[in-house]
């Protein structure tokens, strides 16, 4: 599939039992599974995994598209380190 060529895969997490599984959700085939001692240990794997990084946008950006955004990050920390000292 040409998305996730370009784009890279987008992966969903779940569990069945001690087994972690997961799947491309663009539908490209991609897909694999993991055992882990527990049900929990997996559970905890899965959530920990399977979430969008929206929330951290900007943080973890991409040097490309998103290097003027990084670089605000990176002068207001700076500014925020220097009042504190």
Known sequence: MVH?????HRYRFSTE???????????????GSKR??????????????DRED???L???APLVGLLPLRVVRAVRALRGRRAND
Do not use: H, K, N, V
Not at 4 to 8: A, D, F, K, V
Not at 17 to 31: D, I, L
Not at 36 to 49: E, G, K, S, V
């Open 58 to 60: 900007g943080r973890r």
């Open 4 to 8: 996730c060529r370009i784009l890279g």
């Open 17 to 31: 039992g001690e087994t972690m599984t997961w799947r491309c959700q663009r539908g490209c085939g991609a897909a």
């Open 36 to 49: 882990y001692p527990t049900a929990a240990d997996a559970d905890r794997y899965a959530a920990a995994f």
């Open 54 to 56: 929206s929330a951290d």
